[in-house]
């Protein structure tokens, strides 16, 4: 089936750094999704990405939909601890029914 | 408020018993999700339904069981089938392939 391969696994920054973070599969996907989820909740959607070579914004976040629809990066930048979580790519499947998700990175910020 | 919520939040359970999760959203979403986290093993999909009196399996279907006979609920029963159920439990709706998620259920087996 369809696999995304999300790295790094985890990550441990100082305040104020920029974190980079990438997800890469050898499926095509249409639709690439970033999530964020804090300790003991549900992922909360951070950016959605819909088109190759898109590259959209939200605030500290910046997220590109690769162009051979193959890959997909988020950056964080001044890094502040309340950005400390896990962070998820997720894919629609082909069949447009249901999202794959990667295996996360966990992001620690020391201040 | 809109949204989708879990319950219970904490679940314990003794081997051999099946557990029911709920899962309720008054998002008018068609589309319905159950995902399991373990540690390190990011989001697996158990179920998912598309719509009323519908629904599919995921990648780790065996040893869990839905329905759907409203919009709006989507249990899930970890059936004593499951050999590891022990976990963390996400349900989510979603609209235009975005999935919006629970605040989970953690489900412990003793």
């Known amino acids: 089936g369809q696999q995304l391969n999300q790295s790094p696994q985890s990550m441990f920054i100082q305040e104020g750094e920029d974190v980079s973070m990438n997800c890469t599969s050898s499926?095509?996907?249409?639709?690439w999704l970033w999530y964020k989820q804090d300790p003991g909740e549900g992922p909360v959607l951070l950016i959605a990405l819909y088109k190759a070579g898109e590259l959209t914004s939200n605030g500290r976040l910046t997220a590109q939909f690769g162009i051979t629809r193959k890959d997909s990066f988020l950056n964080i930048s001044a890094s502040i601890p309340s950005d400390v979580g896990i962070y998820f790519c997720?894919?629609?499947?082909?069949?447009?029914?249901?999202?794959?998700f990667g295996k996360g990175t966990t992001l620690s910020v020391s201040s | 408020d809109g949204g989708i919520t879990q319950s219970p939040k904490y679940l314990f359970r003794k081997e051999g018993q099946n557990v029911t999760l709920s899962c309720e959203q008054n998002l008018n979403h068609d589309a319905m999700y159950w995902y399991r986290q373990d540690p390190g093993q990011g989001l697996r999909l158990i179920y998912y339904s598309q719509i009323v009196n519908d629904f599919q399996k995921g990648d780790i279907a065996e040893g869990y069981s839905v329905s759907r006979e409203k919009k709006e609920s989507f249990p899930l029963t970890v059936t004593s089938a499951q050999k590891n159920p022990t976990a963390f439990y996400l349900c989510?709706?979603?609209?235009?392939?975005?999935?919006?998620f629970g605040e989970g259920s953690r489900l412990t087996v003793l």
């Open positions: 997720a894919g629609l499947n082909q069949a447009g029914t249901a999202l794959i």
């Open positions: 989510a709706s979603a609209v235009a392939g975005e999935l919006f």
């Open positions: 499926s095509i996907f249409n639709t």
